[in-house]
């Protein structure tokens, strides 16, 4: 079982090039998210998506977009790439957070993706 | 909005030395809360969760976490903390009662744990 799986790892980009971050999951979870991770500041949510073809932002969002073609995969692009969006990125997903059945669920978190924006 | 505080940036302790992290939140409502530990390199692992029922949570690897809603609190401890457990500590809240972003998390900044062998 592989959980959530996100490629690339490690990236460099150029200020002004854009890219694409691939989040996959195996658990048929039917929330998923991005958040950026940056030092003091915790983990903040740039967006999430509760559904295939449905997304949503977060507390971040400007500067990035989402799409979720798939319930597997959560895409997250960077269209100009800037230097304050360097961060390491990690997805994560859950089982969907509206029933009291699952809403003690935690997010299961993929390894991160180092990005840094020369 | 809602917000959560983790009052300790860095901690250093000795090994055998006991552990209390603080969080509290500012939502009044219907939460779950979480504790996530991030090892160097990795990505975060749930500890212990919170969702209803005994305030004293236990979790993995020796950890426990006490719910005190007059608080708002939710601090994880450890009775004798060790070499392996350096790491970043980071507590979460997600609200149930919200609307739109219902469900999502709610992350402290975090506190790193660095243990002295």
Same mark, same amino acid.
């Given at each position: 079982?592989? +959980?959530?799986?996100? $490629?690339? &790892?490690?990236? !460099?980009?150029?200020?002004?090039?854009?890219?694409? @971050?691939?989040?996959?999951?195996?658990?048929?979870?039917?929330?998923?998210?991005?958040?950026?991770?940056?030092?003091?500041?915790?983990?903040?949510?740039?967006?999430?998506?509760? +559904?295939?073809?449905? $997304?949503? &932002?977060?507390? !971040?969002?400007?500067?990035?977009?989402?799409?979720? @073609?798939?319930?597997?995969?959560?895409?997250?692009?960077?269209?100009?790439?800037?230097?304050?969006?360097?961060?390491?990125?990690?997805?994560?997903?859950?089982?969907?957070?509206?029933?009291?059945?699952?809403?003690?669920?935690?997010?299961?978190?993929?390894?991160?993706?180092?990005?840094?924006?020369? | 909005?809602?917000?959560?505080?983790?009052?300790?940036?860095?901690?250093?302790?000795?090994?055998?030395?006991?552990?209390?992290?603080?969080?509290?939140?500012?939502?009044?409502?219907?939460?779950?809360?979480?504790?996530?530990?991030?090892?160097?390199?990795?990505?975060?692992?749930?500890?212990?969760?919170?969702?209803?029922?005994?305030?004293?949570?236990?979790?993995?690897?020796?950890?426990?976490?006490?719910?005190?809603?007059?608080?708002?609190?939710?601090?994880?401890?450890?009775?004798?903390?060790?070499?392996?457990?350096?790491?970043?500590?980071?507590?979460?809240?997600?609200?149930?009662?919200?609307?739109?972003?219902?469900?999502?998390?709610?992350?402290?900044?975090?506190?790193?744990?660095?243990?002295?062998?």
């Amino acid at each position: 079982n592989a +959980g959530v799986t996100q $490629t690339p &790892k490690f990236r !460099v980009l150029k200020t002004g090039q854009s890219m694409t @971050l691939l989040c996959a999951q195996d658990m048929n979870h039917e929330y998923m998210y991005w958040y950026r991770q940056d030092p003091g500041m915790g983990l903040r949510l740039i967006h999430y998506s509760v +559904g295939e073809g449905t $997304t949503a &932002k977060g507390e !971040v969002p400007d500067g990035y977009n989402v799409s979720r @073609l798939k319930k597997q995969n959560f895409l997250l692009g960077l269209e100009s790439a800037a230097p304050s969006q360097t961060s390491v990125y990690f997805c994560a997903s859950s089982y969907s957070s509206n029933t009291r059945t699952f809403s003690n669920q935690p997010q299961h978190f993929g390894d991160g993706t180092r990005l840094s924006i020369l | 909005a809602q917000s959560v505080s983790q009052h300790n940036h860095h901690v250093i302790l000795s090994e055998a030395a006991s552990l209390e992290l603080g969080c509290n939140y500012s939502y009044g409502g219907t939460v779950n809360l979480f504790w996530y530990v991030q090892y160097p390199g990795q990505h975060l692992q749930l500890l212990l969760k919170y969702f209803s029922g005994d305030p004293l949570v236990k979790g993995i690897k020796g950890f426990e976490a006490e719910f005190i809603k007059s608080k708002f609190s939710f601090n994880l401890r450890k009775p004798s903390v060790q070499w392996s457990d350096t790491a970043e500590y980071f507590c979460a809240v997600k609200s149930l009662d919200y609307g739109g972003s219902q469900g999502n998390l709610i992350f402290g900044k975090g506190t790193k744990l660095s243990v002295k062998p």
